[in-house]
């Protein structure tokens, strides 16, 4: 069974960094890309990049480019996105999910994101 | 970039209702068009992907159709389970953009 578990909430101050984590089980990790997905409270899904687990491969929408890192360790089947200075604006729910042939088909539970003074 | 613009933002329909959602892309995207379906406190579910393919595990209610520019989600009889905001979103070398999303309401 495909499955994305990923890190729990964190509650952080704004210029603080932030790791999170996604990790699969129940297939070959290094043969799908992972896609990160942000959403706002309250609002729309927004795409913010993929990883190749494989190569590392990423690219990133043009809106996040800059402002996060993804990442990804096939040791232990694992993707990352990670912030270097947290601001207000980052407070979100996350979502990983992996990118089968034609779409993002199986996602993670989310990671909640909060950055408050 | 390519842009996605989804109507009607909401919608209220009653149980048994034809629903029709439609996603309009900024330029010819093929077929490369999902719809998803997001629950609230849940993560997004693909029902559709490639503009008109289900899903393996999605009722036969749902379905997709469209190529080019224009796209159009529908549900043929509205269920109380159907509650959701629904999302398309286009993929274009391996950067995807949703549209804005659709709230789905029961009368």
């Known amino acids: 069974e495909v499955q994305l578990v990923q890190s729990g909430a964190e509650v952080k101050k704004p210029g603080e960094s932030l790791k999170i984590s996604c990790q699969a089980s129940?297939?070959?990790?290094?043969?799908?890309?992972i896609g990160w997905v942000r959403q706002m409270p309250g609002k729309g899904l927004e795409w913010m990049g993929i990883i190749h687990p494989g190569n590392s491969d990423t690219r990133y929408s043009p809106s996040f480019q800059g402002q996060v890192t993804m990442s990804a360790d096939k040791s232990i089947s694992t993707a990352y996105v990670q912030w270097s200075s947290l601001k207000a604006s980052d407070s979100a729910m996350y979502y990983c999910?992996?990118?089968?042939?034609?779409?993002?088909?199986?996602w993670g539970q989310g990671s909640l994101v909060t950055v408050s003074s | 970039d390519i842009q996605m613009t989804q109507s009607p933002s909401s919608l209220s329909a009653s149980v048994g209702d034809r629903v029709t959602i439609t996603c309009q892309a900024s330029?010819?995207?093929?077929?490369?068009l999902n719809w998803y379906q997001q629950k609230p406190g849940q993560a997004p579910k693909l029902l559709i992907y490639d503009a008109s393919n289900l899903q393996t595990g999605v009722p036969s209610r749902f379905s997709g159709s469209g190529s080019g520019t224009d796209f159009t989600f529908t549900i043929t009889s509205l269920q109380p389970e159907d509650i959701a905001t629904y999302y398309c979103q286009q993929y274009d070398n391996l950067i995807y953009t949703f549209g804005q999303g659709t709230k789905l309401e029961i009368k």
């Open positions: 330029q010819d995207i093929s077929n490369y």
């Open positions: 999910a992996r990118v089968g042939l034609r779409a993002p088909d199986y």
């Open positions: 129940g297939y070959s990790f290094t043969s799908y890309w």
